[in-house]
Structure formats: structure tokens, C-alpha cells
């Protein structure tokens, strides 16, 4: 059985491994998220943590129940900081807690997952994910109503060529299982990376 709590905190480690080697250039750059630099969606990703789930009723509530300005809420909380109190922030919260604990861990596992690669892909820093949190990951987004995924793979068959990974039938698309990822979960950024008789129709559901 797989232990998301464990991937949930390896993920963040390895966030937070990547955090320390920026530049402060690099900290204002534009990350994959719409509008959010890299500071912002470091923000993002724990910023439901420092909240509680308390905080976050609170935040959803002045949101008008809408998660997207929650999200936007929680990143405004956080904007000001300093990186390297952001940095201790993402340390602190290696173990997820809050909302991002909740389904398991799995909410701060795939949510992780996916912002990390927002930030490393614009700056041009690629890395190996672990197969087995990779292949984790991949399965929960499909499903997760956070990501959105199962609308644009509907009808596809997507198989990942480095590892031992398929999801659905229909129409192939093939490529790495980060870009597989990448591209269910909504980045015109991993396009490219993938081929298949089936590209068209999943390029023109992301788009």
C-alpha cells in the first residue's frame, strides 16, 4: 500500500532542496501558474498549512466559497515574506498539515507535485522524480477534482515511455510522465514533449 504521507514529505524535501540553490532573481521569476512568481506558488503550496484548517474555513468564507480566491487569499497572506522565510515555511511544514493533510496526504502530494514542476520548468532546472511517487502522483491526478485531469484524458490512452505507467484507452499519447502530468493537469508548456495519435485532441482540451 502505498504511504502518501511518506511521498508527501519527500516531495517537499526535494522542494525544499531546490528553494535554497535560487537566486533572488529567480524567486520574482514567473513561474508555470498564471500571474504567480515562484515566491507566489512556494506560497501556494504551504500556505493552507500555516492556516490550519481553521484558517482555512475562514479564508473560504471570505472567498464566497470560491477555492480559487481562497487560493489567491492564502498567497496574499504570505506575499511579503522574505524567500528564506518562505524556505523555513516549506522545512516546517515537511509533514503537511491543514487542508493539504486531508484524502490521506494525497491533496499535498499531487498539489506538490504539479507546483514544483510550475516552478522548475520556466527556470530551465529539470530533475528525475522518484518512479514511485511519480507513478502515485500520476494516478491521483487523474482522479483528483483539484486538478481537473479526467476531462481533458477522456478517450485518451496515455503511456509513459520511461515509466511503467498507462492510464485509459482510446487514441495514444505518449511521452515522459512528468510531461503526462504536466499536460493533464493543464500546461501547454509540456506539449511539446509528447507525440501520438492522440496529441491533437489532448493539446486542444488543454489549450
Known amino acids: 500500500m502505498t504511504d502518501s504521507r511518506a511521498l508527501a514529505q519527500a516531495e517537499r524535501a526535494d522542494l525544499a532542496a531546490l528553494l535554497t540553490t535560487l537566486?533572488?532573481?529567480?524567486?520574482?521569476?514567473?513561474?508555470?501558474?498564471?500571474?504567480?512568481?515562484?515566491?507566489?506558488?512556494?506560497?501556494?503550496?504551504i500556505g493552507f498549512d500555516v492556516q490550519g484548517m481553521t484558517g482555512y474555513v475562514r479564508t473560504l468564507?471570505?472567498?464566497?466559497?470560491?477555492?480559487?480566491?481562497?487560493?489567491?487569499?492564502?498567497?496574499d497572506a504570505l506575499r511579503d515574506l522574505d524567500p528564506w522565510w518562505l524556505l523555513d515555511l516549506v522545512k516546517r511544514y515537511r509533514t503537511p498539515e491543514g487542508m493539504t493533510a486531508r484524502q490521506g496526504y494525497r491533496i499535498a502530494l499531487t498539489d506538490g507535485a504539479i507546483h514544483h514542476q510550475d516552478i522548475r520548468r520556466p527556470l530551465g532546472l529539470p530533475r528525475e522524480i522518484d518512479p514511485e511517487r511519480l507513478r502515485t502522483v500520476l494516478d491521483l491526478a487523474m482522479v483528483s477534482p483539484r486538478v481537473h485531469a479526467s476531462s481533458r484524458v477522456r478517450?485518451?490512452?496515455?503511456?509513459?515511455?520511461d515509466i511503467d505507467w498507462h492510464h485509459g484507452t482510446g487514441?495514444?499519447?505518449?511521452g515522459p510522465g512528468e510531461s503526462l502530468l504536466m499536460a493533464a493537469a493543464g500546461r501547454t508548456d509540456a506539449l511539446d514533449e509528447l507525440e501520438g495519435p492522440g496529441r491533437e485532441t489532448l493539446a486542444r482540451r488543454v489549450a
Open 23 to 45: 537566486t533572488p532573481e529567480q524567486w520574482d521569476a514567473p513561474s508555470l501558474c498564471t500571474k504567480w512568481r515562484v515566491r507566489d506558488v512556494v506560497a501556494h503550496v
Open 61 to 75: 468564507v471570505l472567498a464566497g466559497g470560491s477555492p480559487n480566491r481562497a487560493n489567491q487569499l492564502a498567497v
Open 155 to 161: 478517450g485518451l490512452r496515455l503511456q509513459a515511455t
Open 171 to 174: 487514441p495514444e499519447v505518449t
